[in-house]
């Protein structure tokens, strides 16, 4: 791996930072309201795709295409955002009321939509390295687009308050990573291992798990009121992240799967 893909995420990062900082002077310096949108997607967007550049650096073997892995951002999140919103807007109106579980569920399932249906496309050559990688990508784009919306509902209610758009655009960029990405990251990875085990029903347990503990802390983060739980959470998430990249890295190598016969897809 050379240099330049590992340390990408340093100049996605930088030059997004100074970009959206050139938007924010000339909106402050004109007035002018056509700059807004540019400022949200940027501030909305540089955080993680600077994360997705970082996983994508790391020490495992990716089959996937830069271009897939744009394309599952892009359309992951764009179905994960509406599948979401369209549940549980649903679950709302016949129950009067959402849990906070109810909200876990839902999106979680809603972000592993795109990544689930890629393992149709890649029915021979299954690794969990590019589940982790897809559902960086997916949660991004999720992310992306539900802070984006934040962003919005603020600057109306602010009436074009940009400090308070910078304020919930900084906050969801920073604890992006740790949260949407993270929790989809982990599950998809299990759920491309018990592919990648022709759903043996450990993987599929495995699976299970990993999906219920992102539901457990994605609950957490949603009724967690305190700077202090969010910090917690935010390092749990990161943490199983971590545990479960390196797991995936060498000497657990595309090469080194255990090889199972097939008895599924």
Do not use: C, Q
Request: no cysteine.
């Amino acid at each position: 791996m050379g240099p330049a893909r590992r340390w990408s995420w340093v100049v996605v990062l930088v030059v997004g930072g100074a970009l959206f900082e050139l938007i924010r002077r000339a909106i402050v310096d004109t007035g002018n309201p056509n700059l807004v949108p540019s400022l949200i997607l940027l501030g909305a967007g540089v955080v993680p795709a600077a994360f997705v550049s970082f996983i994508a650096g790391r020490r495992l073997v990716f089959a996937v295409s830069s271009g897939t892995v744009l394309l599952t951002a892009l359309v992951g999140g764009v179905i994960g955002v509406v599948t979401a919103g369209v549940l549980e807007y649903d679950t709302l109106r016949r129950l009067g009321f959402l849990p906070m579980v109810g909200v876990g569920l839902i999106e979680e399932f809603a972000k592993l939509i795109v990544p689930a249906a890629l393992l149709l496309v890649f029915r021979r050559d299954r690794h969990p390295a590019d589940g982790l990688l897809l559902g960086v990508a997916s949660g991004a784009g999720f992310a992306v687009l539900e802070t984006m919306g934040y962003a919005f509902v603020v600057l109306i209610r602010s009436r074009g308050n940009l400090d308070v758009v910078d304020s919930v655009l900084f906050v969801r960029g920073i604890l992006s990573p740790a949260a949407h990405m993270a929790w989809t990251a982990i599950t998809a990875a299990a759920l491309w291992r018990a592919a990648a085990e022709h759903w043996h029903g450990a993987a599929v347990a495995r699976f299970v798990g990993a999906y219920v503990g992102v539901v457990v802390l994605h609950s957490a983060w949603d009724l967690a009121g305190a700077t202090a739980t969010y910090l917690g959470l935010a390092v749990i998430s990161l943490a199983l992240l971590g545990v479960t990249s390196h797991r995936l890295a060498a000497p657990h190598r595309r090469d080194r799967l255990p090889v199972r016969p097939a008895v599924g897809v």
